[in-house]
């Protein structure tokens, strides 16, 4: 064969060869990346300290531990408080918040989740005000039953807000995003009750920080491990540093908490603010992650073109048949 | 052959929601294959809707300075630069030649943009798709994205409070934010025009008709016929993109006819309204809600108290 046969078979096969790479336009995004500022993460972590410490103070209240009970609805009340104030700031209009209460929309997480919100702060309101008051005691215990009732949802939610977008990395982890968003709340909660309750009365938030720890860590890993190629932002960039630190404090702070914090209250605060840390990294991560995935067209395109030659689907696109 | 569910273009909300004074569903038909690239509709567009500018600079990606779609950039002409290994396909016995220029177009930089000579230019003017299923009005928290008469999906701007949630939504990449503004915007399908019986103005201002604007309907059977007369004379890598009601947005109201592969002009092969699963998201919420107070629970069983 001449060199100019070897080129031209040459040139003959590399058309034929597969791409392993998915195409693009130059390289740019198919999707936008979020437009949310770091006052939606920050959310993420008080929507589920306030969400999950408002169901710890109902059931500790139910218990008779009523150190631990007076404790978390204060702090119920902190994180339900902070949340509002967030996400109006995180608003491009904020003097327009009140539009979010305009409609009801299942299709909507963010709009379930600003009534869900709003229910929240209300009956948390309402409960701390009789509850250190003693006035309206009937009123104050059906606020603190829908409060504790309302805060499960508001603790996971925000998991189910962003896996109902078209970014990769979050729409493919909708199922275990909330355990993951889920164990982050309980770890929030536990710690912080921890950190403020006397040692004698705060082993079940203990007990609760160290579980949601765990839960957290392993569900961020599962969820890793699930995405497959599509959980790449997890271990790459900033989302995947943010993962190994979140998951580093987390089993730290959970050790710690679980050795030490029920003997020694300095352990305990100490132990609480690793955790703490730690359940922050983990929201962190989620968040940076879903910018990571949007802004590759890797992410988008290659699931997309995989299922297409699968034989599972068209896709949007009828070719042209030669001939007539 | 005509499509069974060819005319099936309802939304979940128009015609229903409008009953009498519902429109007929208005759109695109973009046909690229005669786009020559002139970017009268992205000037047309900005001039009519008063967009504000959006100078990127020289990007160096063919003679796209726009680059994408966005809050001040209702319609985006890309550019594709592409080597089709110099007619190796259309004359195999020139194989040898071809290879020999493909050599020399690498080496000396040297290439002669003629269609059939080594190069082909794609070039394609891309809009808001507004889908059947549109994921940025399902999602929309505050109703400012709406169904409009003509069944196309329009921001309300006196409603719109800058949540941002449709901007990861859109499978497309179209909506976004404008950053002095804090609202979102994309194209309305020139609303205010529509509503005086006048053509958007990118259409308008096509000099090749390669934006065509009309009744879905219609558009999507004259779709048909094109795709059939570029099949018949051997332009078989001509595909509709968007003109059938059983992708994953169920049609769009702004399709196309292109020459490539989707994915080649920014587009997604295979777009999913996100909440088609939307169901299994709250699935995923309730039942981690449901963990999580079983946890807490948990939590009090084994201690003191």
């Known amino acids: ?172 982890a909708r199922f275990i995003l909330p355990f993951v968003f889920a164990g ?37 890993f599962t969820m890793e491990k699930t995405l497959g190629e599509l959980g790449e932002p997890y271990s790459k960039g900033v989302s995947g540093k943010l993962t190994r630190l979140a998951g580093g404090l987390s089993l730290a702070g959970a050790a710690l908490m679980a050795a030490r914090g029920g003997r020694s209250r300095g352990a305990a605060i100490a132990a609480s603010a690793v955790l703490t840390a730690g359940v922050i990294a983990e929201r962190w991560a989620v968040f940076r992650a879903g910018f990571q995935s949007a802004n590759d067209p890797k992410f988008t395109v290659g699931p997309q073109r995989a299922r297409i030659e699968r034989g599972e689907t068209r896709g949007a696109v009828r070719r042209a048949q030669a001939g007539a | ?51 504000p500018d959006s100078l990127q600079g020289f990007t160096g990606k063919s003679y796209d300075n726009t680059t994408a779609l966005g809050a001040n950039d209702w319609r985006h002409v890309a550019f594709i630069e592409q080597r089709t290994a110099l007619g190796a396909e259309a004359a195999a016995e020139d194989l040898v030649q071809a290879a020999e220029r493909a050599n020399a177009a690498d080496g000396w930089g040297l290439q002669t943009y003629q269609e059939g000579e080594g190069v082909r230019w794609l070039m394609a003017s891309d809009v808001c798709k507004h889908c059947t299923s549109a994921a940025c009005l399902d999602v929309c928290p505050t109703g400012a994205l709406f169904r409009t008469e003509f069944g196309t999906v329009v921001v309300q701007e006196d409603v719109c ?32 025009r529509l509503r005086e019986d006048k053509e958007p103005a990118c259409a308008q201002a096509c000099p090749t ?48 006819l292109l020459l490539d592969e989707p994915e080649v002009y920014g587009l997604p092969p295979d777009p999913v309204v996100t909440t088609r699963h939307v169901g299994q998201v709250w699935a995923g919420v309730f039942a981690g809600a449901a963990a999580l107070g079983a946890g807490i629970a948990a939590a009090f069983i084994g201690g003191r108290k």
Request: glycine share 12%.
């Open chain 1, 184 to 220: 982050s709340s309980a770890a929030s909660a536990g710690a912080a009750a921890a950190a403020l309750t006397p040692l004698r009365d705060a082993g079940p938030a203990r007990r609760l920080a160290v579980g949601g720890a765990v839960t957290s860590v392993a569900a961020a």
């Open chain 1, 1 to 172: 064969m001449t060199r100019e046969a070897v080129r031209a078979e040459r040139i003959r096969e590399r058309s034929m060869v597969p791409r392993a790479e998915p195409q693009s336009y130059y390289g740019q995004p198919v999707l936008k990346e979020p437009v949310w500022t770091p006052e939606v993460p920050i959310y993420f972590y008080t929507g589920g300290l306030g969400g999950t410490s408002a169901t710890l103070a109902l059931l500790a209240e139910l218990r008779g531990n009523r150190k631990l009970a007076r404790r978390a609805w204060l702090i119920a009340l902190g994180g339900v408080s902070a949340s509002p104030a967030l996400l109006i700031s995180d608003l491009g209009k904020p003097s327009r918040f009140l539009n979010m209460l305009r409609m009801f929309k299942v299709t909507s997480p963010m709009s379930v989740g600003s009534w869900i919100l709003a229910g929240s702060g209300t009956f948390t309101g309402i409960a701390v005000a009789s509850e250190l008051t003693g006035l309206y005691p009937a009123l104050g215990r059906a606020a603190k039953v829908n409060a504790a009732l309302l805060g499960l949802p508001l603790s996971t939610y925000t998991a189910g807000l962003v896996a109902n977008t078209s970014v990769p990395v979050w729409h493919g």
């Open chain 2, 161 to 192: 409070n800058g949540c941002g949630y449709c901007v990861p939504a859109c499978p497309f990449g179209v909506i976004d934010k404008r950053e002095d503004d804090g609202r979102v915007w994309k194209c309305t399908l020139c609303y205010d």
């Open chain 2, 209 to 256: 008709n390669s934006i065509q604007f009309g009744e879905l309907g219609e558009l999507r059977e004259r779709a048909e016929k094109r795709l059939e007369q570029m099949g018949a004379a051997g332009q078989t890598e001509a595909r509709l993109y968007g003109a059938d009601s059983e992708d994953g947005v169920d049609g769009f109201g702004a399709f196309f």
């Open chain 2, 1 to 51: 052959m005509p499509n069974p569910k060819l005319l099936e273009l309802d939304t979940h909300s128009w015609p229903g929601s409008y009953g009498d004074s519902a429109e007929p569903r208005m759109g695109f038909f973009t046909d690229t294959s005669i786009c020559i690239g002139c970017k009268a509709c992205e000037v047309a567009c900005k001039e009519w809707n008063q967009v």
